[in-house]
Nanobody
Framework: QLQLVESGGGLVQPGGSLRLSCAASGFTLGYYAIGWFRRAPGKEREGVSCISSSDGSTDYADSVKGRFTISRDNAKNTVYLQMNSLKPEDTAVYYC????????????????WGQGTQVTVSS
C-alpha cells in the first residue's frame, strides 16, 4: 500500500524554524517528484515547493522563497521541508504529495497524498 506520512509540525513563534518530513512506504520515493502543499483556514490548497525525481531541481512559491528549503534523501525514502523565519501567515496544514510526472506546483498533477501536519506560527 502506497503511503506518505508527514511529521514535524507544531507550534512555533514568529521567526522560528521547523523541519517537516515526508516519509514514504510501499513505494520508492526516488522515482517520484514530491511536492509540499498547504491549506490555511478558509483558503484553497496551494503549492509551497516541489523537487524533481531526476536531478533534484526545485521550485518555490514566491511567498516562501529564501525562507523554505526542500530536499530529499532517497536512501531514507524521505523528503524534507526546512522552514525558517516563519510568519503567522505560514500557519496551515502542510501536505506532501507524490507524482510520477515531472515536478510541478499543480495540485491536480499529484496522485498520492499524506494526511497532513499542522503548523501554527503564533506568539
Amino acid at each position: 500500500q502506497l503511503q506518505l506520512v508527514e511529521s514535524g509540525g507544531g507550534l512555533v513563534q514568529p521567526g522560528g524554524s521547523l523541519r517537516l518530513s515526508c516519509a514514504a512506504s510501499g513505494f520508492t520515493l526516488g522515482y517520484y517528484a514530491i511536492g509540499w502543499f498547504r491549506r490555511a483556514p478558509g483558503k484553497e490548497r496551494e503549492g509551497v515547493s516541489c523537487i524533481s525525481s531526476s536531478d533534484g531541481s526545485t521550485d518555490y512559491a514566491d511567498s516562501v522563497k529564501g525562507r523554505f528549503t526542500i530536499s530529499r534523501d532517497n536512501a531514507k525514502n524521505t523528503v524534507y521541508l526546512q522552514m525558517n523565519s516563519l510568519k503567522p501567515e505560514d500557519t496551515a496544514v502542510y501536505y506532501c504529495a507524490a507524482t510520477p510526472r515531472g515536478r510541478t506546483m499543480l495540485v491536480y498533477e499529484y496522485d498520492y497524498w499524506g494526511q497532513g501536519t499542522q503548523v501554527t506560527v503564533s506568539s
